[in-house]
């Protein structure tokens, strides 16, 4: 099959990538860095030409609410419309699991409106909600660190590896459109602080971290709420295997 990636150059786009190749589809990489503008729609319409179906694994810059609904629904409804145009008969989407559990996160905010668009439009859809990569920790403490104190908040997570990530979204764009898709998991909940402390360790850095919910994310992410329902697909990887490829 001949399958476009939207944020190809992105840590899953690039992962999901190289998994469609290794099973031998012919892959079009979608980013702004390679030619193709999802805000202005600039090369779509080339890049889209023969696809049957696009995965959209792009991510948003750091902005306020407005900023990241606008930059999301922008881009979403330049990729739809041109999908649309050249015939593309399914458009994955890689989600969040809870994001219609939590409120004042701009970046779910975002990614509602991506699902209400696609949910609206007339290419043939499949939603895909994933829990939070096993390098999140280390990303929101790349977010929060100022002097070697990073504050971060102890949420409840089921992290997923991202090349399981990639795994799904490549089986699920060379099958037919489903809706929504169950949750995808990993196998074991963890403790963000915790998942920070021991990527630290094994990256041989060292950052005092300070868990409060007064930073990035505050009580109305705490207990369940970023937890999979238990219909949820659970992939192989865990932390602690992804830790050993840390250095």
């Known amino acids: 099959m001949r399958i476009a990636i939207a944020g190809a150059t992105g840590n899953i786009g690039a992962l ?3 998994a ?13 860095s390679l030619g193709v503008d999802l805000l202005t729609g600039d090369g779509l319409d080339q890049a889209l030409a ?12 750091a902005t306020d609410r407005d900023g990241t609904v606008t930059y999301f629904g922008t881009s979403t409804r330049n990729l739809l419309a041109a999908e649309e145009r050249a015939g593309v008969r399914h458009h994955v989407l ?3 699991v809870g994001i219609d559990r939590v409120e004042g996160n701009a970046h ?3 990614k509602r409106e991506q699902e209400r668009l696609i949910v609206e439009g007339a290419v043939p859809w499949t939603i895909v909600p994933a829990t939070q990569f096993h390098d999140f920790a280390a990303t929101v403490v790349s977010w929060t660190e100022q002097d070697g104190v990073a504050p971060i908040a102890p949420l409840l997570v089921q992290p997923i590896a991202p090349a399981d990530v990639a795994d799904v979204l490549a089986d699920v764009a060379t099958g037919e459109p489903r809706g929504r898709h169950v949750g995808i998991a990993g196998p074991e909940t963890q403790d963000l602080v915790d998942m920070a402390r021991r ?7 060292t950052v005092k971290l300070v868990p409060t919910w007064s930073s990035l994310f505050g009580p109305s992410m705490a207990g369940d709420v970023l937890l999979p ?8 990887t865990t932390f602690d295997q992804w830790l050993t490829e840390q250095h």
């Open 16 to 18: 999901t990538v190289a």
């Open 20 to 32: 469609l190749e290794r099973d031998g589809h012919d892959v079009v990489r979608i980013s702004r």
């Open 50 to 61: 023969g696809v049957e179906a696009v995965v959209d694994a792009t991510s948003a810059p």
């Open 94 to 96: 890689l989600s969040i």
């Open 108 to 110: 779910y905010a975002g």
């Open 199 to 205: 990527t630290n360790q094994a990256r041989g850095r």
């Open 229 to 236: 329902a238990e219909d949820a697909l659970i992939t192989p």
